[in-house]
C-alpha cells in the first residue's frame, strides 16, 4: 500500500481484532494475490455471485473496485499482495483505495514474505521483482503504514488468527504487531544510508517470531510469521489462516486453512476463492464450473495458552 492513505491510525485494541470493533462483522480474506488484479477482482467478486451473501466490493466500469461492505464485513489481504504478477502498483492502489473507503479497522493487510522485500530489499536481492525496486521513499511509506496499524504481522478472527504463513506454536497477536512496529521505527531513520542493509539484517535476527526466516529457502520450520512452509505446520498448531504455500483449493490441516489459490488456478477457468469467518462459521468461497460454490470447514476446537 505505497499510496498516500488519507485516514486515521488504526490503534490497538482495533489494530489487531475483530472482536474489537463493533458488531459482529464477517471476516473475508484472500492471501498471495501477487499482482494478478484480475484473479483478485473475480476472488473478491465471488460474494456478489453468490445468492447468500452481501457483497465486500463492487466494481465500476472501469473495473477497479470499491467498498461495498458498509461495517458488516473485515477484509484480510493476508499478505504477499506484490511481486510475480502484472499488476502490482495497480494492486497496491486497489487496496489502499479499499482502506479509505472502509469504516476504520475494516481493511486489514498482513505482512507476507514479499512485503518483507520492501522492508529488506539488501537481505533478500530480489532485484527482479517489483518489492525489490521500490524507492526510499516509497519504503519510508510503507513503513509508515506500519507504525500506523495498516499492515500488521497478525489478525485475530471469531476463532482463528490470520498471518501470512503462521506459526506451529502459539503467539500472542498485540505482541507480534507491537515488534513488528519496533522494527519499522528501527528501520525508518536509516532507510537510503549506510547503516541500512546493517540494521535490516539486524532485524531478520532480533525479531525472528515476526521476521525471522528458516534454512536454504527461509521456509523452513524455525522460520516466522511471514515465511513458514505450511508442510511444516503441525495437526495440533493453534488455530490460523495463512496463505504461502500454494494449493489448487483452501486446504485444512488440523485446525490450520491454507487459502493460497490463485497461482495454481490462474491458467485456469475458475479456481477463485476467498474465506468467510463468522463467529460460528469458517466457508470458501470459489469458482467452480461458471458458478460460485460454498465449502464449510469443519475445524476442532483447539485451546492454548498464547506467549509473545
Known amino acids: 500500500m505505497l499510496d498516500e492513505i488519507d485516514q486515521r491510525p488504526i490503534e490497538p485494541p482495533e489494530r489487531d ?3 474489537a470493533l463493533d458488531g459482529t462483522p464477517a471476516v473475508v480474506s484472500i492471501s498471495d ?14 460474494l456478489s455471485d453468490h445468492p447468500d451473501y452481501a457483497p465486500v466490493v463492487q466494481q465500476d466500469a472501469a ?3 470499491h467498498w461495498a461492505g458498509g461495517d458488516e464485513y473485515v477484509l484480510v489481504i493476508n499478505g504477499d499482495l506484490i511481486d510475480r504478477g502484472p499488476h502490482n502498483e495497480e494492486a497496491l492502489s486497489m487496496v489502499a483505495r479499499l482502506v479509505e473507503e472502509a469504516p476504520p479497522g475494516h481493511v486489514r493487510m498482513t505482512l507476507g514474505n514479499h ?16 518489492s525489490g525496486t521500490v524507492s526510499d521513499a516509497d519504503r519510508r511509506q510503507f513503513l509508515r503504514q506500519i507504525r500506523d496499524g495498516h499492515v500488521v504481522a497478525a489478525y485475530d478472527g471469531y476463532r482463528f488468527t490470520y498471518a501470512h504463513a503462521g506459526q506451529s506454536d502459539p503467539y500472542d ?17 536509516v532507510v537510503g544510508t549506510g547503516d541500512d542493509a546493517l540494521v535490516q539484517s539486524e532485524l531478520v535476527e532480533q525479531f525472528p517470531r515476526v521476521l525471522g526466516v528458516g534454512g536454504r ?4 520450520p524455525d522460520a516466522g510469521l511471514a515465511w513458514l512452509d505450511f508442510e511444516h505446520m503441525p495437526t495440533d498448531a493453534p488455530r ?7 494449493r489448487e483449493y483452501p486446504t485444512r490441516s488440523g485446525t490450520v486453512v491454507c487459502q493460497n489459490v490463485i497461482r495454481n488456478n490462474r491458467q485456469s477457468d475458475g479456481g477463485e476463492a476467498v474465506l468467510v469467518e463468522t463467529p460460528d462459521r469458517l466457508v470458501a468461497l470459489g469458482r467452480i464450473d461458471d458458478e460460485v460454490q460454498e465449502h464449510e470447514f469443519s475445524v476442532p ?3 492454548h495458552p498464547k506467549r509473545d
Open 115 to 130: 512485503e518483507m522485500g520492501l522492508l529488506t530489499p539488501d537481505r533478500f536481492g530480489w532485484d527482479r521483482w517489483f
Open 17 to 19: 481484532a475483530v472482536m
Open 240 to 246: 490460523q489462516i495463512v496463505g504461502h504455500t500454494r
Open 217 to 220: 529457502t527461509g521456509r523452513g
Open 33 to 46: 494475490i501477487h499482482g494478478y488484479l484480475g484473479e483478485a477482482r473475480s476472488a473478491l467478486l465471488t
Open 301 to 303: 476446537d483447539q485451546q
Open 173 to 189: 497477536t498485540k505482541a507480534v504487531n507491537d515488534r513488528l512496529v519496533a522494527a519499522a521505527r528501527r528501520l525508518d531513520p
Open 63 to 65: 473495473l477497479r473496485l
